[in-house]
């Protein structure tokens, strides 16, 4: 009876998400100067969400209904070579977590609103561009990702495993890089000098993070990358990156690959990464640790429908510290691409030596910018 009355109010938020994602598009929200030198566009990323989750003995359920993101998106430019980021953001607004000691009443996240990202950039050529800011750290395809352009639901859950070792925000960090994409966008680095864990009176050395793309057909040029064109576009990228600070460090390999099919009525979308990380002991919270991500789709019907799957997996260098894996499957309906799209999958969450707990999301994206 429990297990029937669940799964109503599973099939209930569903149906509403649905039925919000009716709601007709709206244009883009822009403003030009007289001589159009000068622009800006707001926008906003909303990402409704259910989340039922197994406690951790197993028992119940965890069952939550909250705003995964709310992000209000602000960029433009102030010049012909510059341009300019910023967007807000309030992550897991609404949701209860916690144990039955460290959040007996199952408080809601009364939610922060904080900067997310905030840079400027100089754009004096494709193969010469110049960013200074907030600026998420050049690592990894899926760290260097736009949440408003995810495949499945969410980012790998360990995608930004170093950001609160060394005080980041979802992997952003304050400084200046460089990046272009010579030899015709065959190519793209990125290479960065940013703050890091600053130490007493701020005497560490700066952090110092870089990236580089090879793509055989046509690049991904834009700051974020996007986790899928819904088989759209041609586009292979095999990438590797570093991030170091003292003798903590991080290393990345990916590749992602996007090829339409059948003349673009269906498409592929797969991308795999594999991040070390190691705080050393300049960051003795961040053990060594290896962890993968492995997600996939296939695009039916001019990619309006795409069965999905994610895989991630974490090991560490000390046997003794269990490994943790994590996967879903389920689909996506892109009603109007990365603008309107709904998302529900399922799926399971192990950590070694402890019992499995089954996890069920459904995510309404509306995203205009």
Do not use: C
């Not at 197994?54 to 995964?68: A, P, Y």
């Amino acid at each position: 009876m429990h297990a029937l009355r669940r799964l109503t109010n599973v099939a209930l938020a569903g149906g509403l998400l649905l039925s919000v994602s009716a709601l007709p598009a709206s244009a883009q929200w822009q403003i030009d100067s007289k001589d159009g030198k000068t622009s800006i566009k707001i926008g906003f990323l909303a990402q409704p969400q259910l989340e039922v989750l197994e406690t951790s003995d197993t028992t119940s359920q965890s069952t939550n209904l909250f705003l995964r993101r709310i992000r209000i998106i602000f960029g433009g430019k102030v010049a012909d070579r510059w341009t300019f980021f910023f967007e807000t953001d309030s992550p897991n607004l609404g949701k209860s977590t916690g144990s039955a000691t460290t959040n007996p009443t199952g408080a809601k996240d009364a939610g922060s609103i904080y900067i997310q990202d905030a840079y400027v950039t100089y754009n004096a050529s494709d193969a010469f561009k110049v960013d200074t800011g907030m600026i998420i750290i050049p690592l990894g395809h899926n760290h260097n990702q736009s949440a408003a352009t995810l495949l499945p639901v969410d980012f790998g859950p360990y995608s930004f495993t170093e950001s609160t070792p060394i005080g980041a925000r979802v992997s952003r960090d304050y400084g200046v890089q460089v990046r272009g994409y010579p030899l015709n966008q065959h190519i793209e680095y990125r290479l960065g000098v940013f703050q890091g864990a600053r130490g007493a009176e701020a005497s560490n050395p700066l952090r110092v993070a870089g990236r580089a793309v090879w793509y055989p057909f046509s690049a991904d040029t834009g700051f974020f990358y996007s986790g899928t064109f819904q088989g759209s576009k041609r586009l292979v990228g095999i990438g590797a990156g570093f991030d170091t600070q003292k003798d903590y460090h991080s290393y990345a390999a990916d590749v992602f690959v996007e090829q339409p099919v059948n003349g673009g009525e269906q498409g592929l979308t797969a991308q795999f990464n594999w991040t070390r990380f190691d705080g050393g002991t300049f960051l003795p919270g961040l053990a060594k640790q290896d962890a993968i991500l492995l997600e996939a789709a296939f695009h039916f019907l001019k990619g309006k429908v795409s069965p999905l799957v994610q895989y991630s997996r974490k090991t560490f260098s000390d046997p003794l510290t269990p490994g943790q894996t994590v996967w879903q499957a389920g689909a996506a309906y892109w009603m109007a691409g990365h603008q309107r799209n709904i998302k529900v999958t399922a799926g399971r969450q192990h950590v070694d030596s402890q019992p499995d707990r089954t996890q069920v999301l459904a995510q309404l994206q509306l995203f205009y910018f």
